[in-house]
């Protein structure tokens, strides 16, 4: 397993971490990723350890806390190896304390936090979305807080735009708070988005991005076709609508060339899509998940080789999509290119 430091941080993590999404799934989205219990998520941890997979992210909004106690349960008298990654922010409840990143939605999440997953600091807390209705500077002046008391070592953002990570980078600087180290981010060669703002941006201030759903939210398993109907037990039938969009036509374009260096290559069609993020600029860890050994040990075979520079570039070319303003004019105009080279 090859390890890189997470962002301009000191924290090493694996290029593949775990996502428990589906640990004590329940609802009509996390039930249909799976429901696996205490036995089997230790059974997952202990695979993941022995291949040195040792992050694993979880949120206080998966099954309502479930996630959170079940991987407790699951990593416990491991505590020393595992590197732990949580979110919050997002809705727990209808009352007004229940969501959001206030000063006393922070200190109470971290806490409840804590106890569902039976430890006493947090190596990585992530907001899981923007609240704009609470100052950055009351959300930043926490989380420092809560840093210095020792339950939180790192923080990072999830699904932040340009102007929310680079406002919350620039209070943490003009302050002296911790900064964000990490954005989790949706990114896959089906939704390549992030490559537009986000990407510069985070190579420019040194944020690595954690990718979330590599797989664009199922699609890229090498079992959605051209032609055929989605197969029976696809979890799409119960989530699509809340997952990314992804153009059909070019989903299918994209299958295609991932068939193609799969012939070539003797890897399986996800391995491939997962093994072409992980060498993508800026990223530090891909969050895989898995409802039972079987999907996980298919996974982990994402690492340990390389595409070719040929086999990139035709996944490059079939997955690219036109910029959008104010973009576009920095990849198609001479002029603008001088002045701002793209990543990609």
């Known amino acids: 397993m090859e390890y890189r430091n997470l ?3 000191g924290l090493r993590v694996p290029v593949l971490s775990f996502g428990a999404g589906t640990f004590g799934g329940s609802g009509p989205l996390f039930g249909a990723w799976g429901n696996t219990d205490a036995a089997e998520a230790r059974r997952l941890v202990d695979i993941c350890l022995e291949a040195g997979v040792n992050l694993f992210d979880t949120a206080d909004v998966y099954s309502a806390g479930a996630s959170e106690e079940v991987l407790g349960r699951a990593i416990r008298g491991k505590r020393d190896a595992v590197l732990i990654s949580t979110k919050t922010a997002l809705p727990m409840g209808d009352r007004p304390a229940d969501w959001g990143s206030s000063r006393s939605r922070l200190i109470k999440s971290v806490d409840e936090a804590l106890r569902r997953l039976g430890t006493d600091y947090i190596d990585l807390l992530q907001l899981h979305a923007f609240d704009a209705s609470t100052p950055v500077e009351e959300v930043l002046s926490t989380l420092d807080r809560l840093v210095a008391a020792g339950k939180l070592r790192y923080i990072g953002a999830s699904n932040f735009a340009g102007w929310e990570l680079m406002k919350s980078l620039a209070v943490s600087e ?5 900064r964000h180290v990490a954005h989790q981010v949706y990114y896959s060669l089906a939704g390549r988005d992030y490559e537009w703002e986000l990407m ?5 201030q040194g944020v690595g991005a954690l990718v979330w759903s590599p797989l664009a939210w199922g699609r890229l398993t090498g079992r959605i076709r051209r032609g055929q109907p989605l197969p029976e037990g696809s979890r799409l039938h119960q989530t699509a609508e809340y997952g990314p969009p992804v153009d059909d036509e070019t989903l299918f374009n994209i299958v295609d060339v991932l068939d193609e260096i799969a012939a070539e290559t003797g890897k399986t069609v996800p391995q491939i899509a997962i093994n072409w993020l992980i060498a993508r600029p800026t990223v530090s860890s891909v969050i895989i998940g898995a409802r039972n050994e079987e999907q996980l040990r298919q996974n982990l075979g994402a690492v340990g080789w390389s595409l070719t520079k040929e086999q990139v570039e035709r996944l490059n070319k079939v997955s690219a999509v036109p910029a959008p303003y104010p973009y576009f004019p920095y990849r198609r105009q001479e002029g603008f290119a ?4 793209p990543l990609v």
Not at 338 to 341: D, E, K, M, T
């Open 200 to 204: 510069p941006l985070a190579a420019d």
């Open 7 to 9: 962002g301009a941080s």
């Open 174 to 178: 003009r302050h002296g708070y911790a």
């Open 338 to 341: 001088r002045l701002n080279p």
